[in-house]
């Protein structure tokens, strides 16, 4: 996978002459193409494949964070299903007894 340090850069101008087919096959075949305006980078055209790629990497990212952030602050204490149903008032036994909302399923 070609990183933005290695893509290819064109300007505005050049790109345009390029054309759209050209920007995609170049993104396509080799690596990520940057478009830029007055000599900063603009855009980019990555083929779909390196897209979905980077979605992946976010995801993970952001999973990773959420792990770090937890074990950053857990306390070790837990909290049993049994003590949740009674802070509402229920127990498993009452929860059973509950009817399924078959309309919720409409």
């Excluded at 064109?10 to 790109?15: D, I, S």
């Excluded at 980078?41 to 992946?56: F, G, K, N, Q, Y």
Aim: hydrophobic share 45%; aromatic share 2%; glycine share 6%.
């Amino acid at each position: 996978m070609a990183t933005l340090h290695e893509a290819r850069e064109l300007t505005v101008t050049e790109a345009a002459k390029r054309g759209v087919a050209g920007l995609v096959a170049d993104a396509e075949q080799g690596g990520p193409v940057i478009v830029t305006r007055h000599g900063h980078r603009a855009a980019a055209v990555v083929a779909m494949s390196h897209l979905s790629e980077i979605d992946e990497a976010a995801a993970d990212l952001r999973d990773l964070a959420l792990v770090l952030a937890r074990s950053a602050v857990d306390s070790g204490r837990r909290t049993s299903f049994d003590d949740v149903l009674a802070a509402f008032g229920h127990t498993r036994e009452s929860l059973s007894a509950v009817e399924d909302d078959d309309s919720l399923d409409d």
